[in-house]
């Protein structure tokens, strides 16, 4: 991993958060404050590429410096990017980093969760493997994650505040495209950025 930046000291817990954040929002920093009631610090990790889509948009640079200035408000948030894109990859990594003594969980929505559980990794380490490294944190964004009950012991859930069930990175852009207000689903510290860094593609 490469750290931008990285809270002081090593965590007993530390809650991983990996996302495409084009571009961080308010739901994305709302999990990771949530999360904090489970971990003593939350690495948001961007990936360079990713195992489900491709790398379109804003690009790289700026999408570190929207996060860049996004975590500013929380001195337990740490920011690194990945050369890889699977959870297990970056799992693995931040044990590289961080060491055998803390204890590493995954941090996503329902939907991130439902999709890495049922996902095919063919030769490589099964669902079941994979959680014997981290543990999934999942946020009731969308409705409650039940998971199956061989994997059960090895999933969390955590309470996100009401009202985030409508903001997305996907909405950000769609609504700076077709014209109407989106500066509420973002922090107050990525808005200027966005309209200097992004707008003009997003409008294009």
Sequence with gaps: MQFYNRVTGIPARLAILPGAFNPPTRAHLAMAESALAVADEVLFVLPRAFPHKEYSGAGFDTRVEL??????????????????????????????????????FILCGRDAAERIVSWDYGSGDSIEKQ?????????????HYDPPAPIRNRVRSIALPAGLEEISSTEVRRRIRAGEPWHDLVASSVAPLIEQRM?????G
Aim: glycine fraction near 8%; charged fraction near 25%; charge should be neutral.
């Design 67 to 104: 996060l860049r200035a996004a975590l500013a408000c929380n001195a337990r948030f740490s920011l690194a990017s990945s050369d890889r894109g699977l959870f297990i990859d970056m799992a693995r990594e931040a044990r590289a980093d961080y060491g055998a003594s803390t204890e590493l």
């Design 131 to 143: 959680l014997e490294v981290f543990e999934l944190l999942v946020a009731s964004r969308g409705g």
């Design 199 to 203: 707008h003009r593609w997003l409008s």
